[in-house]
């Protein structure tokens, strides 16, 4: 049987790494960037103040104290926004606002706390400190400064600090657009009555959700039966759309498995046992014309959900233009004992725990008590997966092994 890591190469080999486009800012959301942003001018541009209050010099209310308050003439008003171009004279205030220009002459607010709050003229009770409440030019950013660099991940933050530089458009490399394809006959689209030997579908709307957790653009095309055909005609509607296919179900040995039989008219899609437990059933090649990627998961649920952490994301990483890096994993001790088959490496669902920082590993593992790949209410209940060696068929309670944080979970 073909390996994990054999398995995983050969799918990321399958894949290209992606062309950068400049993309207006939203649309750029969840993208990777491909280029280093520099500020090409200061954050904030200008002096200004951080709070409501009133603009002073500090030399001239040193004195102010709630027994004697100093007051001061108000010669202006300074919104947010105001050009900047106000100066107060000796002796004088300005009312300010938060985030508006200081004005020339005033060195130091004073918060309207700290005063009676006065239109015409103000009454200040309290000595702020020379500098109070300014925020500086530059203080934020430097100009010319990179404020993001190439590989960063587009979120939210990252989408403040472009459009705070004034960027409209950023050049990135593009969401993959996954399209996810299930098959089988007895699926039935969850919301409609089940007749007898039916089952609602699940696959499709859990890989999708994985693609777009995964930073992908993901699209659930749903199910199609057992109808070679269809199949054919399904694969042929999607390609203009889809960077990737992903598919399940139809890979087994069974006398309907027809993304088996059809794609490997096609030629380019090898099916092959990959030493795994869940998922030993994987395909992967190209459709199409514009030979588009296709990998074929294994339609048991849980065998389709770890397949795709283990052999679809580091592919969907590269597309993204992301290193190629495996999931995070921690050692754990079990507590448990675990099974698993001769000459295949499981990945069994478990709950993460961080426990006893002093001890020797600070992780515990709880495997969930159903490990079937039909059982997938344990996916939900569980956040990372324990693997075991090829080599080992059980594993004592206490045993410290590897174990695999799940994202998102
Ligand atoms: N004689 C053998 N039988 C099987 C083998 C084998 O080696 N020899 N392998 C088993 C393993 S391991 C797996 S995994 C499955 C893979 O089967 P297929 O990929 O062909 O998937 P199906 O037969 O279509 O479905 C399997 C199972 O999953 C349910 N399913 C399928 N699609 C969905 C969906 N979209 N949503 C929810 N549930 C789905 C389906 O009803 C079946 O119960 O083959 C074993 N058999
Ligand atoms: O290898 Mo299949 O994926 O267990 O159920």
Redesign the pocket.
């Known amino acids: 049987m073909k390996s994990v890591e054999q398995h995983v190469s050969d799918i990321v080999k399958l894949v290209a790494a992606p062309e950068p486009i400049e993309l207006d800012l939203l649309r750029a959301h969840g993208s990777v960037l491909a280029e280093t942003v520099f500020a090409t001018v200061s954050l904030p541009q200008f002096d200004n103040s951080s709070m409501d209050g009133y603009a002073v010099r500090a030399q001239d209310v040193a004195d102010a104290s709630p027994q004697k308050p100093v007051r001061l003439t108000v010669v202006a008003d300074i919104p947010a926004g105001d050009p900047g171009a106000t100066a107060i004279p000796p002796g004088r205030a300005a009312r300010i606002m938060t985030g508006a220009p200081m004005p020339v002459g005033a060195d130091t607010v004073v918060p309207v706390e700290w005063t009676d709050g006065g239109v015409a003229n103000v009454a200040i009770h309290q000595a702020p400190r020379r500098g109070n409440a300014i925020r500086r030019a530059g203080s934020d950013v430097e100009a010319g400064t990179a404020v993001l660099t190439a590989g960063a991940r587009i979120g939210s933050a990252e989408m403040a600090v472009l459009s705070a530089v004034g960027r409209r458009s950023a050049l990135v490399y593009p969401r993959p657009r996954v399209v996810v394809l299930?098959?089988?006959e007895?699926?039935v689209e969850p919301g409609r009555p089940l007749g007898p030997g039916q089952?609602w579908?699940?696959?499709?709307f859990m890989l999708t959700a994985a693609a777009i957790e995964a930073g992908c653009a993901g699209y659930r095309q749903g199910?199609i039966g057992d109808e070679p055909a269809a199949v054919l005609d399904t694969l042929d509607d999607v390609l203009s759309q889809a960077d990737i296919i992903v598919t399940?179900?139809?890979?087994?040995?069974?006398a309907y498995?027809v993304v088996k039989e059809v794609l490997a008219r096609l030629g380019t899609v090898r099916f092959e046992k990959v030493a795994v437990q869940?998922?030993?059933?994987q395909g992967f090649g190209t459709v199409g014309d514009s030979n588009t990627p296709i990998i074929t998961l294994?339609?048991?649920?849980v065998?389709a959900y770890v397949s795709f952490h283990l052999f679809v994301l580091p592919a969907l990483h590269k597309m993204r233009g992301l290193p190629e890096e495996p999931l995070p994993s921690v050692s754990a001790r079990l507590l448990e004992p675990v099974t698993s088959p001769e000459g295949r490496r499981s990945y069994l669902r478990a709950v993460l725990d961080y426990d006893e920082p002093g001890a020797a590993t600070a992780y515990t593992a709880a495997p969930a008590s159903r490990q079937s790949?039909?059982q997938l209410s344990a996916l939900a209940e569980t956040n990372a997966l324990v693997v075991v060696p090829e080599s080992v068929t059980r594993l004592p309670e206490g045993s410290v092994v590897e174990v695999i944080k799940l994202p998102s979970r």
């Not at 579908?201 to 499709?204: H, M, P, Q, T």
């Open positions: 299930s098959t089988g007895e699926l089952i579908e699940s696959n499709s199910f399940t179900g139809g890979v087994s040995m069974g498995d869940p998922g030993m059933p294994p339609g048991n649920p065998s790949s039909h």
